[in-house]
């Protein structure tokens, strides 16, 4: 009896028509009346399944390779003025600059200097807990960059003059001696 109702119901959807169907003995009759269409389901809605194991299966592999935050560093090697640059998921989220009274001093005396930024440290943490590091060369002035603050309150435009000259085009030994020499000139 179950069999006919659903081989009814089945053609009613499949052509489309209204029916009766009577199940039960003859004293308890049962009518189901209708117009039964063939449920169509959107494509998209049928393959949802496949849709989501995929997005899964992407987010999942793109966590091993993709970091969630990354933090990078750049600083001057004529000024010792400084950005930390921070992404999550590769979105610039803060930027952190710093300048150095050099920049400044730099800056009203030759109105067109911008700073070069060169690359000095970057941090990738990824979702597995894996960190990846990277280091570059720090310019001399940004590691004594607040020591050269102090220099640069304390001492006249020729000395200043002299130290920019010596970070643009001095070895790094050079740039060392210079500022330890403004730096003891400075204490005394």
Same mark, same amino acid.
């Given at each position: 009896?179950? *069999?006919?109702?659903?081989? $009814?119901?089945?053609?009613?959807?499949?052509?489309?028509? #209204? *029916?009766?169907?009577?199940?039960?003995?003859?004293?308890?009759?049962?009518?189901?009346?209708?117009?039964? %269409?063939?449920?169509?389901?959107?494509?998209?809605?049928?393959?949802?399944?496949?849709?989501?194991?995929?997005?899964?299966?992407?987010?999942?592999?793109?966590?091993?390779?993709?970091?969630? #935050?990354?933090?990078?560093?750049?600083?001057?090697?004529?000024?010792?003025?400084?950005?930390?640059? +921070?992404?999550?998921?590769?979105?610039?989220?803060?930027?952190?600059? +710093?300048?150095?009274?050099?920049?400044?001093? $730099?800056?009203?005396?030759?109105?067109?200097?911008?700073? /070069?930024?060169?690359?000095?440290?970057?941090?990738?943490?990824? @979702?597995?807990?894996?960190?990846?590091?990277?280091?570059?060369? @720090?310019?001399? *002035?940004?590691? #004594?960059? /607040?020591?050269?603050?102090? *220099?640069?309150?304390?001492? &006249?435009?020729? %000395?200043?003059?002299?130290?920019?000259?010596?970070?643009?085009?001095?070895?790094?030994?050079?740039?060392?001696?210079?500022?330890?020499?403004? &730096?003891?000139? +400075?204490? #005394?």
């Amino acid at each position: 009896m179950v *069999i006919c109702y659903w081989l $009814l119901a089945y053609r009613a959807q499949r052509d489309d028509q #209204r *029916i009766l169907a009577f199940m039960g003995g003859f004293d308890q009759a049962v009518v189901i009346e209708g117009c039964m %269409k063939k449920d169509r389901l959107d494509p998209l809605a049928r393959r949802w399944p496949v849709i989501l194991a995929g997005l899964g299966l992407s987010v999942g592999v793109l966590r091993w390779f993709v970091p969630y #935050r990354s933090g990078e560093w750049r600083a001057c090697p004529v000024s010792g003025s400084s950005i930390e640059t +921070t992404r999550w998921f590769g979105i610039p989220w803060k930027k952190r600059q +710093t300048t150095t009274h050099l920049a400044t001093w $730099l800056r009203r005396h030759e109105p067109g200097f911008e700073p /070069r930024l060169s690359f000095v440290a970057e941090r990738s943490e990824f @979702a597995y807990g894996r960190v990846l590091h990277s280091c570059g060369r @720090a310019p001399v *002035i940004f590691m #004594r960059a /607040r020591c050269v603050d102090a *220099i640069i309150d304390e001492n &006249d435009d020729t %000395k200043i003059s002299g130290l920019v000259t010596v970070m643009r085009s001095g070895t790094k030994q050079e740039q060392e001696q210079q500022i330890s020499g403004l &730096d003891e000139s +400075t204490a #005394r």
